[in-house]
């Protein structure tokens, strides 16, 4: 696995692949996936990837982090979008 021991990409990878074929908007970085919609289907798409994580593995850790804005989408894109703009000024 890159020659580091350490590395769990392998193990994430199945539950990385439930968020990919959930169709929600998502973007996984080097230590998280984020997965953007309602919060029902997100939670879903969540129980789903940590339930695949249990099939193999005695324990799943989780981080959750939420940022609720009511009747705003593509925030995903949008905020890194911002950041860029700034960037170039």
Known sequence: M???SDS???????AVRVVLESGLPNE???MFTTVEGEWDEVMAVVKRATDVLLK???RAS???KADIRPARSGQLRAKV???EHYLTE
Do not use: M, R, Y
């Open 2 to 4: 890159g020659g580091d």
């Open 8 to 14: 769990v990409g392998a193990a994430v990878a199945p």
């Open 28 to 30: 996984t970085t080097s």
């Open 56 to 58: 193999e593995f005695p």
């Open 62 to 64: 989780l981080v959750l």
């Open 81 to 83: 979008e911002t950041v």
